[in-house]
């Protein structure tokens, strides 16, 4: 499994439409699903949970729980559903997360979460890893910090992701909790020196080739989160600078290779928007971008038409037509 560069698990972004969007640009990366919760799996819908295309491989599962019973459920599900690795999402800092027992607020129960992971092993081939912060609300300490990793790792982990930042239970929004709380690198620098056996991804304020760079002198990978969302071309420049990869698609044929899945989708049922609301960051940056999103977002949200109409808009997006979007070649 190559953790080099991640794409990190984004509620309402990474669902199977960008993975297979980003997939099309990078073929190295590894990519996460969105938190799903245990339950959920284990419950409900299987099929449109947890179905995606071959090619978004290599594509891990983040499960979201604290019941050792049905994590360990859920693992042997995603397992039989193809994915690649299991990840445990012990960082989401939301109220209506904490609220049901999961994410960053597990961190005050590591005796819990070392169950649940030792459970989740045992019913699985596929590489179980976590996904935390380095601590919690007046909890930030790098010897707390340590102490939990340790617990974590006795259960035979050896993959752990660590976004650089403490959470705010209760006290901050999701968003806020993205960005008011300092960015502490050398906490997951020191873990990877403490534990140099242990697989170690950094995450957090990465957005750029040359930080990938940088932070993989120190520890074994890094996970870029919202840069990658809203910069997907990022991901290009990384295949090319980290990876070495000279074949490197444009953003033109990024979008023509797209138009063969979104009329497969669209076959399906799936409205125009819930695939391209994705590509709205392809031209960041590029003269002519603010365009391309107002084109998108005059024509991508067409309610009530029949397919002909919507496979004609479709049409407009192709390569030959970008150009003219965007005002220029790009």
Known sequence: MIRKVSVAPMMDCTD?????????????????????????????????????????????????????????????IGEDFGYDEINLNLGCPSRKVEKNKFGACLMKEPNLVADCLSKMQAVTKLPVTIKTRIGYDNVEDYQNFHEFISILKSTGVKTFIIHARKAMLGKFTPKQNLNIPPLKYDYVYNLKRDFPNEEIIINGGISSPEEVISHLKKVDGVMIGRAAYHTPYLLAEIEKEIFKNKKIPTRQEIIENLIPYIKEELKKGTRLNQIMRHTLGLFHGQSGSSQWKRYLSENMCVRNADIQKIDHIVDKIKYNNVDRIVGQSV
């Open 16 to 76: 199977r439409h960008e993975r297979f969007f980003l997939r099309l640009i990078s073929k190295n990366t590894l990519l996460y699903t969105e938190m799903i919760v245990d339950e959920a799996i284990s419950r409900g819908d299987k099929k449109k949970l947890l179905s995606f295309n071959i090619n978004e491989k290599p594509v891990a599962l983040q499960i979201g729980g604290s019941s050792p019973k049905l994590l360990s459920e859920a693992t042997k």
